[in-house]
């Protein structure tokens, strides 16, 4: 009878080294396409979420809030608060987007006041994104958006998205425009600082303290808003730049009227700016 020949050490050795390398190979590969899932959802829910503020201005819920004198003519939307809704401090981590309902007076336009711009219109209907409801102000329907997988929402240079867009229905003709601010207007600093003076204070610092808030939208900002065309770069802590050749651009071009103006641009196309 022979003698039975196991396997040697370096046998062993060698199916171990292979085996471990299959197990790399596979788990960076589920790794790498769970990355990427996530990187897609992050991006398709930016890019919907531009998108369904078009459509919200377009048809709005409600044409009043809490009075039938007042109508909500569009959205706020800033990029680079640094302080939260409950007037908070917000983390360097996070990257909230807040949204907030601009609302103004109903009513026909006055000849004199037909020849001027958008923002004039506006500020003659008192639009504001801060309005009183009964004796108390508050904020108009805010909202906050943070990026699904702690996406950062970046400009062409690299650096945080940070900049105010007004969306709102011309008061006259009924059309969609589109104005840039260009920093973030830190709407819940303001509004927190100065509410309680506003609602409990009387005399002189009451009429301060409630100018201030009710002055949000159109303090010395009204010849500073414009037209532009706009490119988010949408990245994610640990991009694999091996996955994707540059981070997703989503832009809203200049003058954008409806939500088919916010478009994703080709990763690998010509057009991308987010290199």
């Known amino acids: 009878m022979g003698k039975h020949k196991g396997f040697t ?4 050795s060698l199916f171990l080294v292979v085996t471990a390398l299959i197990f790399i190979g ?9 990355f990427q899932q996530k990187y897609n959802d992050s991006v398709q829910n930016f890019l919907e979420f531009l998108r369904d503020i078009y459509s919200e201005v377009s048809n709005p819920q409600s ?9 909500i003519y569009g ?13 908070e401090k ?3 981590d996070e990257h909230p987007v807040f949204v907030y309902d601009v609302v103004g007076k109903v009513g026909s ?3 004199n006041t037909s020849d001027k711009d958008l923002i004039g219109l506006l500020k003659d209907l008192q639009a504001n994104v801060a309005v009183k409801k009964g004796e108390k102000f508050e904020l108009a329907s805010p909202e906050k958006y943070s990026p699904r997988w702690n996406a950062e929402i970046d400009d062409t240079g690299g650096d945080p998205f940070e900049k105010t867009i007004l969306v709102v229905r011309h008061p006259l003709s009924g059309t969609i425009n589109t104005l840039v601010y260009e920093s973030p207007i830190q709407v819940n600093d303001i509004f927190n600082k100065n509410k309680d003076a506003c609602n409990n204070s009387s005399g002189s610092e009451a009429i301060k303290a409630c100018s201030a808030v009710d002055e949000i939208l159109f303090d010395d900002k009204e010849n500073e808003f414009s037209p532009q065309e706009m490119d988010f770069c949408v990245n994610l802590d640990g991009l694999n730049k091996s996955l994707f050749s540059s981070p997703q651009d989503i832009r809203i071009t200049k003058n954008a009227r409806n939500a088919s103006s916010v478009l994703k641009i080709d990763m690998d196309g010509e057009e991308n700016r987010c290199k």
Request: hydrophobic fraction near 35%.
């Open 9 to 12: 050490f370096v046998e062993i």
């Open 26 to 34: 596979i788990a960076g590969g589920m790794q790498n396409t769970i």
């Open 63 to 71: 044409t009043g809030y809490g009075n039938s004198d007042q109508a």
């Open 75 to 87: 959205k706020l939307v800033v990029f680079g608060e640094t302080t939260d809704l409950t007037g």
């Open 90 to 92: 917000i983390d360097d």
């Open 109 to 111: 336009i006055d000849e």
